[in-house]
């Protein structure tokens, strides 16, 4: 039995983290291929090379650099995503539920859907100027159809004959929304806020370019500028890996506690218990 348990750790080790193993490998060796061949055509390279870019990126972090315009991005995202899945949760709740929400606000989740991020980074300039409203309120703008859509279809797809046999049984409201509802919504609000947050980090950092003086996309966008193309490099490595941070360090976490009850469902439906 040990040495099954063991060859099957091993088997899910091999095929969970050998593909992206694979994946970052090749990433490295195209990121290395398109680094030589612009220095070799440009008289300045707009790409600098991995070991260059991650070691100056490793350096903002071990100096500190990175903090001062790091966390005012992050504040930024937080706000924008929480507002963002605000707004998207109760028109997606209104669209699923009801057939004048649905006629309505569809319209504007369309329009919405299709709402260049650069457009509206310019037009948050241009309303809220060099402000912390700027890229927030442009984040929620761009972010909550997102989440509207997701939730919508996830409510329209609830099982209606399961809550009608829990209220013909006189079950609460409150363990119908534990037992029920939440469970059945929750891959599409898991899916929203996959989609939210991925969307947030562009349009705050894009934002930033125009209507920021601090912030990662600032930074970038500085060192661009100026032909510092190592330092802007840099900022967008040490950027992604927040990103990646977030989303094995705590969606991945959430996801499997979340959905761990499916596993042990699955389990009693095949008599195995």
Do not use: C
């Amino acid at each position: 039995m040990a040495v099954e348990g063991a060859r099957l750790r091993g088997s899910d080790l091999t095929d969970r983290w050998l593909p992206r193993a694979v994946g970052l490998g090749l990433t490295f060796v195209l990121w290395l291929g398109l680094a030589t061949w612009f220095e070799r055509t440009s008289p300045v390279s707009p790409i600098p090379y991995p070991v260059e870019t991650l070691t100056a990126a490793a350096d903002l972090y071990l100096t500190g650099a990175v903090f001062a315009h790091l966390l005012p991005t992050l504040s930024r995202i937080v706000v924008g995503f929480a507002g963002a899945m605000v707004l998207g949760t109760v028109a997606g709740v209104l669209m699923g539920t009801t057939a004048y929400g649905e006629k309505f606000l569809s319209p504007f989740v369309v329009l919405g859907l299709a709402l260049p991020s650069v457009a509206l980074a310019a037009m948050a300039r241009l309303v809220w100027g060099f402000s912390f409203a700027a890229p927030t309120t442009a984040a929620a703008i761009a972010v909550s159809p997102f989440v509207a859509i997701n939730v919508w279809k996830g409510v329209e797809n609830l099982d209606r004959d399961r809550l009608e046999m829990a209220r013909s049984f006189g079950v609460s409201n409150r363990r119908l929304l534990r037992r029920v509802l939440t469970p059945d919504v929750a891959p599409a609000l898991f899916a929203a806020s996959r989609f939210g947050v991925a969307l947030s980090w562009k349009v705050v950092t894009v934002t930033e370019v125009f209507a920021a003086a601090s912030g990662v996309g600032y930074r970038v966008n500085q060192a661009r500028g100026s032909y510092q193309y190592l330092d802007a490099g840099a900022w967008v490595v040490a950027f992604m890996a927040v990103v990646v941070l977030v989303e094995y360090g705590a969606f991945k976490p959430l996801e499997r506690r979340a959905f761990a009850h499916r596993d042990d469902e699955d389990v009693e439906l095949t008599g195995a218990r």
